[in-house]
């Protein structure tokens, strides 16, 4: 089927324009974009195959192409030309005959420049059309992905020094930040859990309400959280991962929970007057942890 849909009709001259500039990655995106809504767009196949490198991929996309419009002269020429088989003449008419990359005449631009060939940043000038964001169909925007050059709303749209990141492409770039080898976990475990519980221990143990040492433990408990935070963040080579913080963070709270398991099943039946013992446990936990956790980060 010919994309009708305006909307869908803008992202394939994106798409086209994409791809007339060699960025293929971003136009295999926007292709692949128009045929997650509309799986039987010949033209969105044909340009598809036309930005992808692999051989195999190019057949697979003409021939879906094919079995939408059967004959469709673009995708029977593009076959041929994959198999180095001359492309058969009346095709050859028929695309002779077919006029250029049309620009739609329902979309009305909102800037009127002219792209110069030499101009290496294509985009800076770009024609404006009315986008709509590819995580909410329904809300027009004039925002783009800086890296996959996707339309995004604002609420979608992350700023960035260089530019709006679309969710998708932040992730990824996380990703990338986050070099943590799975074992890190395991090695970051065995590391601050004896030290939190040393710490979690002699703090349940000597803690006895009196003033001197709420504030010993109020300056002691960052000083703790930060050699546990760097201790455990050298043990794994300075590496960084997503839930390493929050790991260190839960070592931290067992390490003062398993000390303090007597007062807890004390309060469990009903003994309240325990829980005066716990405040400085608990002051040094939210103090300690909150360091080591910014030091793992
Ligand atoms: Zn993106
Ligand atoms: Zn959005």
């Not at 136009?27 to 051989?55: F, K, N």
Request: proline share 8%; net charge negative.
């Amino acid at each position: 089927m010919a994309i009708k849909e305006p909307r869908l009709r803008s992202l394939l001259v994106q798409a086209e324009r994409n791809a007339n500039y060699g960025k293929n990655a971003a136009a295999e995106s926007i292709y692949r974009q128009i045929l997650e809504e509309s799986p039987d767009a010949e033209e969105a196949w044909v340009g598809l195959a036309g930005v992808l490198t692999g051989p195999d991929e190019k057949r697979a996309a003409y021939e879906r192409a094919l079995t939408f419009a059967p004959d469709y002269p673009e995708a029977v020429a593009g076959l041929a030309r994959l198999d180095g088989r001359p492309v058969p003449p009346e095709i050859e008419a028929k695309l002779a005959a077919k006029p250029g990359p049309e620009e739609p005449t329902t979309l009305k631009p909102t800037v009127e420049t002219e792209v110069e060939e030499e101009d290496d940043a294509p985009y800076a000038a770009e024609v404006q059309y009315d986008l709509y964001c590819y995580r909410h169909p329904d809300r027009a925007t004039s925002l783009r992905c800086y890296n996959c050059n996707r339309p995004i709303c604002i609420s979608c749209a992350n700023k960035t020094p260089v530019g709006y990141i679309c969710p998708e492409c932040q992730r990824e770039a996380e990703d990338a930040f986050f070099n943590s080898k799975p074992l890190d976990y395991l090695i970051a475990a065995l590391v601050s859990f004896p030290i939190s519980l040393l710490a979690g221990y002699l703090i349940v143990r000597f803690f006895n309400g009196v003033f001197l040492y709420y504030i010993l433990i109020f300056f002691a408990s960052g000083a703790v959280g930060s050699f546990i935070g760097r201790i455990t963040k050298r043990a794994i080579g300075g590496r960084r991962g997503r839930y390493l913080p929050g790991l260190v963070v839960a070592m931290m709270i067992l390490g003062v929970v398993i000390p303090a398991l007597p007062f807890l099943l004390a309060i469990l039946v009903g003994d309240l007057r325990v829980l005066r013992q716990l405040l400085g446990p608990g002051i040094y936990l939210f103090v300690a942890a909150s360091a080591a956790y910014w030091q793992m980060r």
